[in-house]
């Protein structure tokens, strides 16, 4: 297996991973930047991005991240094609292999693998991708103003999700596949006394549909083994918040994570519980899952690996 070594990996090419090349290569570190499986992350699934700062007209995800990635090209940041399958974190430098085939050694790691939302396995979800169907409310949730949506979820991200968007659209579904809510007592109480939102219990999703864009969704009711009721509802947006799915696996044996699998920083900071690595962006936050605040842990992270290798005598 070809070996080669690198003073500074960074892993992942969304908002985090470009940042942190962005700086990384500033500072004369040579970064190299895998991009992973899904070049440019989440955001590329995103027809447009009006939350981003410097973009006052919108921008679409994908050329959003393109810009991204010219400006860390234009610094020297060395972006390759490729994904991390497999990591040796035991002792420095760090071990991660690329595609089964070539292992990069590193004085410096960065992490920022992303994560990736959960979705209903609907083949319709891929067919309205972009036209419809969402996993970021807060993403997304602007281009739905005064027309109608469904969230799928009953957790707290669900509730959340849906009173974001009652603000905007004009009738919002909460589609929940359980008799009950579980999210806190809390976010029950306000979805249960916001208007505009209606709970439907005991309904899973099955379909998707709509000629010009998504114009509706198909529901299957359930009345008690073997009665099942279809239902189908006019939507112009339908929204997943059934959680997402940190991209940590191989990491899971050297780093720690919490019990969804997000890896588990210093707080405030992008240190993991190894000298040298890094974690930044979704890889490492449950809470906000932002492009701005992915590119701000990015940054920190580029910062603090600067420091770590002119600490350590690695860098010139």
Known sequence: MDKERVGCLIIGSGPAGYTAAIYASRANMSPVLYEGIQPGGQLTATTEVENFPGYPQGVSGTEMMEDMKRQALRFGADVRAGTATGADLSAAPYKITIDGQRVIETDALIIATGASAKYLGLPDEQKYAGQGVSACATCDGFFYRKKNVAVVGGGDTACEEALYLSRLATQVWLIVRKPFLRASKVMQERVFQTPNIRTLFEHNTVGLFGENG?????????????????????????????GHTPNSGIFKPWLE??????ILTRPGTPYTALPGVWAAGDVADPVYRQAVTAAASGCKAAIEAERYLRRHCLLE
């Open 214 to 242: 998504l114009e509706g969704a198909r529901l299957v009711k359930r009345k008690g083994e073997p009665d099942e009721e279809t239902v189908e509802i006019a939507i112009d947006g339908f929204f997943l918040a059934i």
């Open 257 to 262: 994570t919490d019990g969804n699998g997000y």
